[in-house]
């Protein structure tokens, strides 16, 4: 049986990989060697399909489920962040380094959508992050985690589709890539993203998996 470059890479034994950088993956997508709009992340430097579909389907499909919780969430977040000087995007890139550019489901983002015209939003404009994860829910809770947690990102939510749950982060520390905090939230529980005493939201878990 031939051996490829990836069971090389699983079993260590591969030459070393040189990723790609965030400026050269834009210059891709400039190019169109990329294309506008495709659901691809720039991971550890490696152009990653972003999962959307439910478990066991086909990777290239879109999870109605998951777009019903995306555009749910859009609406229970989007009031509250405009008046507090927040606004959402939502499935768009956010730039953590030079080699990671994921596009988390929904980015709260600091001031309004022309402070971005010339750049992606970066850990300091993100206070909070969501991920809805079907069958992605494993890479949502070890490597999205590590990424926004090294980055500083201050708050992470997993919306955990399988098991209706919402798993939040919070705490990053950037030395273990991990976050201190961690709390899992099911029906009957509130989420909550507190800005200051008198700047709270609480979403009902069992609204949002109803």
């Known amino acids: 049986m031939s051996t490829t470059l990836f069971d090389e890479v699983r079993s260590g034994t591969a030459p070393s990989l040189v990723p790609i950088t965030v400026e050269q993956f834009h210059l891709m997508i400039h190019n169109g060697i990329v294309l506008e709009g495709a659901p691809i992340e720039l991971i ?3 152009m990653v399909r972003k999962d959307r ?6 990777l290239m499909t879109h999870n109605p489920r998951h777009a019903l919780l995306v555009s749910r969430l859009q609406r229970l977040l989007a009031s509250f962040c405009e008046s507090a000087g927040f606004y959402l995007r939502v499935q768009l890139p956010v730039t953590l380094n030079n080699i990671n550019a994921p596009e988390p ?3 709260v983002v600091l001031g309004t ?4 015209a010339d750049r ?25 985690q590590r990424l926004y947690a090294t980055a500083g990102v201050a708050q992470y939510w997993l919306i955990n589709l399988p098991e209706s749950q919402v798993e939040v ?12 905090q961690q709390t899992i939230l099911k029906s009957g529980q509130a989420v909550a993203w507190n800005l200051s005493p008198t700047q709270q ?10």
């Open 44 to 46: 550890d430097g490696l």
């Open 53 to 58: 579909s439910a478990r066991g389907e086909n």
């Open 105 to 107: 489901d929904i980015a």
């Open 113 to 116: 959508e022309e402070d971005y």
């Open 120 to 144: 992606h939003p970066g850990p300091a404009d993100l206070p909070l992050v969501i991920e809805v994860g079907d069958s992605s829910v494993g890479t949502d809770r070890s490597t999205k």
């Open 169 to 180: 982060y919070e705490q990053p520390d950037s030395t273990s890539g991990k976050y201190a």
């Open 201 to 210: 939201l609480e979403i009902n878990v069992t609204d949002l998996f109803r």
